[in-house]
Nanobody, 112 residues
Framework: VQLQASGGGSVQAGGSLRLSCAAS????????MGWFRQAPWKEREFVAA????????FYADSVKGRFTISRDNAKNTVYLQMNSLKPEDTAVYYCVIDMYFWGKGTQVTVSS
């Protein structure tokens, strides 16, 4: 399985960005997709996840109410809508399938 993330960039605090992650290859057995992030000199941390069937979503407390994860099964793509961004959201964001297949990160920078 290959993952291609896009949508990162630079934005001022309070702004919005939408990340996308498209999966290709053996995607028929996906259980869940999610996003992690890693800020400089910090450990990688969980951001959000969504099951590939049903409506279950999961969020880190730090992003609840600001970020929304969604998916398009037909396109094998997961999205992360990020609103009310804060400087502490600055990080490299990684998408992951089943905590096993990881994509290359996309940089998100939020300036104050």
């Amino acid at each position: 399985v290959q993952l291609q993330a896009s949508g990162g960039g630079s934005v001022q605090a309070g702004g919005s960005l939408r990340l996308s992650c498209a999966a290709s290859g053996r995607t028929f057995s996906i259980y869940a997709m999610g996003w992690f992030r890693q800020a400089p000199w910090k450990e990688r941390e969980f951001v959000a996840a969504i099951k590939w069937s049903g409506d279950s979503t999961f969020y880190a407390d730090s992003v609840k109410g600001r970020f929304t994860i969604s998916r398009d099964n037909a396109k094998n793509t997961v999205y992360l809508q990020m609103n009310s961004l804060k400087p502490e959201d600055t990080a490299v964001y990684y998408c992951v399938i089943d905590m096993y297949f990881w994509g290359k990160g996309t940089q998100v920078t939020v300036s104050s």
